[in-house]
């Protein structure tokens, strides 16, 4: 008897007796084949009373009525079993399991969970699917939608890529983040070549926090401001680096500009955009520069003494107050009265004027305003005023200085003059001894 080439459904002969029983053999093939849908495929004996229509695949080494028939559908139909082979491509539903299976050559299939069927439709070559929904529904926009706990893409043998390609330069390639699908982060290509990352607070206004030029490999970020510098800390916000105009940088911290190095190369510390020199130190509360250990310091300020002088001080002392009791170098202007400038050197409990130094001892004074200068004295009477022993500077005859360079009235001490050591003095032309004028020899 013929048989159909794909199915093997009888033909019903010419002048065929019995025609029914061909056509109706056909027919229970058919409900046994079509949609096909199996209880099981891993039992090796048949059931015990099974029902009517019920489907099997055969297990290997089956026995009983299934025995020779592995990887055959097992039909129980009309009180006896019926055998079909797979054939190429024959598609079936293992209901035990929830299983999905591709029959990949005769007697032998491909299982397939539901979420492996994408796979499965690649074995068969499905090319240029209008859409697949995994879980959910895939629509025109998405037409890959998969909803799962996790996305696993993983290797063949050897490494793997995610490969997210644009149509022009001016397209988008990137990945988008959402929270209840509106947008909070995207990294990419997004509008250039570049590589960027933006973020926004409700998926409408978006900030670039990071740009990566595709040729310099330079990374760019927002200027930022003070309290929030664009280049922070996890556990400190507000301390970092900012741009507060271009060419320009600044420091915060604690939400506070401290330092700025401005286009022109100038470096202010503590004086915002005001930066008058190339280096501008600023402190309103104390010194501007200090430098010390445990036992000494260096420190600048500013000072404004009430009396119209205003200037610097420089203080070298560790006692840490600004009073008379620091060794002090102070350089002050007097607004009060033009051109009257001065200074200050002074150390100790002892004060001192404009144009005056104190010693550290308190016991060396130039007199302010008048020129005089103490010695072992505070309130120095002459030009030269020396609370002790004075010494000159001791030559031999053949070695004393010129006389007229030296000047009338200069003193030396003579060791080997003839007649004894004697001090001497300049007429401005010649030494001569004091003790009778006499031109030393």
């Given at each position: 008897?013929?048989?159909?080439?794909?199915?093997?459904?009888?033909?019903?002969?010419?002048?065929?007796?019995?025609?029914?029983?061909?056509?109706?053999?056909?027919?229970?093939?058919?409900?046994?084949?079509?949609?096909?849908?199996?209880?099981?495929?891993?039992?090796?004996?048949?059931?015990?009373?099974?029902?009517?229509?019920?489907?099997?695949?055969?297990?290997?080494?089956?026995?009983?009525?299934?025995?020779?028939?592995?990887?055959?559908?097992?039909?129980?139909?009309?009180?006896?079993?019926?055998?079909?082979?797979?054939?190429?491509?024959?598609?079936?539903?293992?209901?035990?399991?929830?299983?999905?299976?591709?029959?990949?050559?005769?007697?032998?299939?491909?299982?397939?969970?539901?979420?492996?069927?994408?796979?499965?439709?690649?074995?068969?070559?499905?090319?240029?699917?209008?859409?697949?929904?995994?879980?959910?529904?895939?629509?025109?926009?998405?037409?890959?939608?998969?909803?799962?706990?996790?996305?696993?893409?993983?290797?063949?043998?050897?490494?793997?890529?995610?490969?997210?390609?644009?149509?022009?330069?001016?397209?988008?390639?990137?990945?988008?983040?959402?929270?209840?699908?509106?947008?909070?982060?995207?990294?990419?290509?997004?509008?250039?070549?570049?590589?960027?990352?933006?973020?926004?607070?409700?998926?409408?206004?978006?900030?670039?926090?990071?740009?990566?030029?595709?040729?310099?490999?330079?990374?760019?970020?927002?200027?930022?401001?003070?309290?929030?510098?664009?280049?922070?800390?996890?556990?400190?916000?507000?301390?970092?680096?900012?741009?507060?105009a271009a060419d320009t940088i600044a420091l915060s911290t604690g939400g506070v500009e401290r330092a700025r190095l401005n286009a022109s190369g100038q470096l202010g510390l503590g004086t915002g955009a005001t930066i008058a020199d190339q280096l501008h130190v600023r402190n309103t509360s104390g010194p501007a520069i200090r430098l010390s250990d445990d036992n000494t310091s260096f420190r600048m300020r500013h000072f404004d003494s009430g009396a119209g002088q205003t200037g610097s001080i420089v203080d070298l002392d560790p006692t840490p107050a600004d009073g008379a009791s620091e060794s002090q170098f102070r350089f002050f202007r007097n607004v009060n009265t033009t051109g009257v400038c001065g200074f200050t050197i002074l150390r100790g409990n002892g004060t001192a004027s404009a144009n005056s130094f104190m010693s550290a001892n308190s016991d060396s004074y130039l007199n302010a305003g008048v020129g005089n200068v103490g010695i072992g004295k505070t309130t120095p009477t002459t030009r030269l005023d020396v609370n002790g022993p004075v010494r000159v500077g001791a030559f031999t005859v053949a070695g004393v200085p010129s006389a007229s360079t030296s000047g009338a009235g200069a003193m030396i001490y003579v060791s080997n003059e003839t007649g004894g050591a004697v001090l001497a003095y300049s007429d401005g032309a010649n030494w001569r001894r004091v003790t009778d004028r006499a031109i030393i020899s």
């Open positions: 008897m013929s048989q159909t080439p794909n199915l093997s459904l009888p033909y019903i002969e010419a002048a065929q007796a019995q025609k029914h029983v061909t056509h109706n053999e056909a027919l229970r093939a058919i409900d046994a084949i079509m949609h096909i849908s199996v209880a099981d495929r891993d039992l090796l004996a048949p059931p015990f009373s099974p029902p009517d229509g019920v489907r099997y695949m055969v297990a290997a080494s089956a026995t009983g009525a299934w025995a020779g028939h592995a990887g055959e559908i097992a039909a129980w139909q009309d009180g006896a079993w019926a055998f079909y082979p797979l054939q190429e491509g024959w598609t079936l539903w293992v209901e035990d399991e929830d299983v999905f299976l591709i029959s990949a050559s005769a007697g032998l299939s491909v299982a397939m969970t539901t979420t492996q069927i994408i796979a499965a439709l690649a074995i068969a070559n499905l090319d240029n699917l209008g859409r697949i929904g995994v879980a959910t529904s895939a629509d025109a926009v998405n037409k890959l939608a998969v909803a799962s706990a996790a996305s696993l893409f993983t290797h063949s043998g050897a490494g793997h890529q995610h490969k997210i390609n644009k149509n022009a330069t001016s397209d988008t390639a990137s990945t988008l983040f959402q929270s209840d699908f509106s947008g909070r982060a995207e990294m990419g290509l997004l509008g250039s070549d570049d590589f960027e990352l933006k973020v926004s607070p409700d998926g409408a206004a978006w900030i670039v926090a990071l740009r990566i030029d595709k040729t310099t490999a330079q990374s760019f970020f927002p200027a930022g401001i003070a309290a929030a510098p664009s280049i922070s800390f996890q556990s400190d916000a507000n301390t970092g680096v900012w741009q507060p």
